[in-house]
């Protein structure tokens, strides 16, 4: 089942988290969709069930204008991102905040508190793949 794009409105906030933009909702990973974030636009490359029981992936596509921030957020586990375009600073609890540029990946572990800022005066395009637990919110706010 794939999400929607309320569905996805959650993911974005960390694809800075898409990034992100984000700003936590009570959206489920699959469920009942929150409304989208004022210059965030988000797009589902791929859902799938997996990589166990009980956990979904989702890589997604999160475009962020110019001074959107994203506010502080965890997710019920992990994102994985790459920046495509533009850049955003990641602060990530209990690490140094990074300025994150094209080409540079970042890693979220499960439940850690994050958000995210632009650096620059340029659209930012990050893809994010989250593995989160079914039925948890995607994102909540910290």
Known sequence: MLLTRRDF???ASCAICAATGLIATGAMAQGT?????PGVTRKILSQTDGPVPGYVTI???????PG?????????GIESGYVL????????QGQPTRALKPGDGFQVPAETPHAGARNGDKKTRVT???????????????
Do not use: F, N, Q
């Not at 890589?59 to 204008?65: K, L, M, Q």
């Not at 959107?68 to 019920?76: D, E």
């Not at 994010?128 to 910290?142: C, D, I, M």
């Open 33 to 37: 969709p929150p409304a989208a974030t």
């Open 68 to 76: 959107v921030l994203v506010a502080r957020h965890t997710h019920p």
């Open 85 to 92: 375009e533009g850049g955003i600073d990641l602060p990530i």
């Open 59 to 65: 890589i997604a596509e999160v475009e962020i204008e």
């Open 128 to 142: 994010s793949t989250y593995v989160v637990e079914k039925g948890k919110p995607l994102a909540s706010p910290a």
């Open 9 to 11: 409105a959650a993911v």
